[in-house]
T-cell receptor, first 108, second 113 residues
Framework: SQQGEEDPQALSIQEGENATMNCSYK?????LQWYRQNSGRGLVHLIL?????REKHSGRLRVTLDTSKKSSSLLITASRAADTASYFC????????FGTGTRLTVIP | NAGVTQTPKFRVLKTGQSMTLLCAQD?????MYWYRQDPGMGLRLIHY???????AKGEVPDGYNVSRLKKQNFLLGLESAAPSQTSVYFC????????????FGPGTRLTVL
């Protein structure tokens, strides 16, 4: 399976702190995507990093990709209560393979 | 634009009953997908379509059928529902290829008694 796996499974931090989530995958990839899912909602695409990129920023999000280690990390800086959600990495092939997610709780 | 919509939002079935979940997108996307999400399992792909009139099996296709008669619609059918099909079902679509970002619907919560 090409499925990504996120680590940790759950993360609880204080508002204003940074949150880091990691993703590992098994095979070579074209790109890696991160999604957010608020409770009871569908997934929302956050950021896509291509296999030839090492780092990408979008607002308070920073994503890194290490293809030699088959891993990626998502950093959310200056977290807010509204960032409370589950975060998934996904690796596309013929279709998109999702990990099981990191549940982030930001405490006000 | 409404994006991706799903109907119904909630449904309770008895074992053996049938139903169809409807997904619609107004972004003129070629690719459409049906996933199920279970606690601790992440999202698993049931079936997908790469264009009008085409369908293909995903990771967990057994017990489900799909149809893509119109580009904007993707239907997921359960012919004889089983309790193991209790789940939250998400539809998604993407543009030019499966490597593009996917846009998700709000989900359908299905309970099979």
């Amino acid at each position: 399976s090409q499925q990504g796996e996120e680590d940790p499974q759950a993360l609880s931090i204080q508002e204003g702190e940074n949150a880091t989530m990691n993703c590992s995958y098994k095979t070579s990839i074209n790109n890696l995507q991160w999604y957010r899912q608020n409770s009871g909602r569908g997934l929302v695409h956050l950021i896509l990093i291509r296999s030839n990129e090492r780092e990408k920023h979008s607002g308070r999000l920073r994503v890194t990709l290490d293809t030699s280690k088959k891993s990626s990390s998502l950093l959310i800086t200056a977290s807010r209560a509204a960032d409370t959600a589950s975060y998934f990495c996904a690796t596309p092939a013929n279709n998109l393979f999702f990990g099981t997610g990191t549940r982030l709780t930001v405490i006000p | 634009n409404a994006g991706v919509t799903q109907t119904p939002k909630f449904r309770v079935l008895k074992t053996g009953q049938s139903m169809t979940l409807l997904c619609a997108q107004d972004m003129n996307h070629e690719y459409m997908y049906w996933y199920r999400q279970d606690p601790g399992m992440g999202l698993r792909l049931i079936h997908y379509s790469v264009g009008e009139g085409t369908t293909a099996k995903g990771e967990v296709p057994d017990g489900y059928n799909v149809s893509r008669l119109k580009k904007q619609n993707f239907l997921l059918g359960l012919e004889s529902a089983a309790p193991s099909q209790t789940s939250v079902y998400f539809c998604a679509s993407s543009g030019l290829s499966s490597y593009n970002e996917q846009f998700f619907g709000p989900g359908t919560r299905l309970t099979v008694l």
